[in-house]
Each structure stands twice: as C-alpha cells, then as structure tokens.
C-alpha cells in the first residue's frame, strides 16, 4: 500500500525557516512529478511548488526566491526548504505525488497520493 508521510511542519516566527519532507512508501516503480499544495482557512488549496522526475521545479509567484522544493529519488522522498518566512504562508501543507506502483493483484497502475498535511503557522 502506497503512503505519503510529511514531517517537519511547525511554529514559526516571521522571518524564520522550516523545512517538510515527504517520504513515498510502497511498492513504487517510478515517481514522475512530487509537489507542495497548502490550503489556509477559508481559502482554496492552492499549488506551492512541483518538481518533475527529471528535477525541473515549478513555483507559485508568492513563494519564488523563498522555497526551494528537491527531491531524492532514491528515496522517493520531496522536500520543500522555507525561509524568509511570512505570516501569510501559514497553512496546512500537503504533499502531493503522481506514481506508478504494483498494486494487490500485481497489476501496475498509475495514480496520485497525497500525504497527510503539516500545519504551517508564521507569527508575526
């Protein structure tokens, strides 16, 4: 069975960094792209970052030059490193990633896993 396990998240002030992790786990052939979404109350989830298998990053305009999203494929793991923090980034951040992996009847399939959230919260 295929998870996505976050860590990191936490309470930050203004200013200040934090780095999440997102670890696939499973029996997985290959990841092709791994992202951050975040969702803040009231408001719609909304894309961070996304980083293709072969490493190109994408960003969202409000987070370029501050988050730096990498991934490690032999771990099948993505990062998303934090700094110059603001208290408009507090959210809960979900891991996102579309992979291919062996499922029960071991047939192949494709699908997109989300982890299980990190509550982002920048004080000012």
């Known amino acids: 069975q295929v998870q996505l396990v976050e860590s990191g998240g936490g309470l930050v002030q203004a200013g200040g960094s934090l780095r999440l992790s997102c670890a696939a786990s499973?029996?997985?052939?290959?990841?092709?792209?791994m992202g951050w979404y975040r969702q803040a109350p009231g408001k719609q989830r909304e894309l961070v970052a996304t980083?293709?298998?072969?490493?190109?990053?994408n960003y969202a305009d409000s987070v370029k030059g501050r988050f730096t999203i990498s991934r490690d494929n032999a771990k099948n793991t993505a990062y998303l490193q934090m700094v110059s923090l603001k208290p408009e980034d507090t959210a809960v951040y979900y891991c996102?990633?579309?992979?291919?992996?062996?499922?029960?009847?071991?047939?192949?399939?494709?699908?997109?896993?989300w982890g299980q959230g990190s509550q982002v919260t920048v004080s000012s």
């Open positions: 980083i293709a298998s072969g490493g190109n990053p």
């Open positions: 996102n990633a579309i992979l291919r992996a062996l499922g029960v009847s071991g047939v192949p399939y494709e699908a997109q896993y």
């Open positions: 499973g029996t997985i052939f290959s990841i092709n792209a």
